[in-house]
């Protein structure tokens, strides 16, 4: 889908036409996170701040009391799960420092990480999608610490996402750190704005791969496969 696909009407507000269409397709607009030019003028505290005020005005508009004991600081710990934790990977001063070593073994095979757990939030309803992701890769000379694949899951999956992106994310991401085409990604998530709201569909879960490099060969897909599934 095209940035063109979404169509502003005449008072400037995005249809609820295209709202529905673009949030429940779960469509998105391209591979970046579309962030503004100025996203990190303001410094975290500024906006720790500004997310807390604002989030206290949803309550307080949908008729919470928010001098209530329980309630009263709901604001607060909202914005700092969202800047330190679960958002904390819109900010490229949180990606995750990889160091590379030599391929010592001349293993030339295919790595498998499988079963990666990652919590995400889907960009269109703030609610999680959660599940698990698998990475494959040949190495080119170079390999990476198994961790920090799982890092490298993490970063990207704190982010508002959707479920394509975060995949295609990961996938490109690596191939430059790593210097090789040969990468695989393979997510299988299950997103609560489905089976929650919406559709209410409490079973189904998606699954998005990205396949490059030796990892178009059919074979290749297959043995990899094998491996997951076992
Ligand atoms: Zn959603």
Redesign the pocket.
Known sequence: MTKEAIVLSNDNSISEIYIDDI??D?MFTGLETPMKVDAFVMSDIEKKEKISDLFGQIMDVMGMDLTDDSLKDTPKRVAKMYMEEIFSGLNPNNKPKISLFENKYQYNQMLVEKDITFYSN????F?P?TGRAHIAYVSSGKVIGLSKLNRIVQYYAKRPQVQERLTNQIAIDLKAILNTEDIAVIIDAK?L??SSRGVKDDSSTTVTSYYSGIFKESNKIAELQNYINK
């Not at 889907?122 to 309803?125: G, Y």
């Open positions: 949030g429940d779960h889907c960009e269109h309803h609610v999608f997103h704005c489905v």
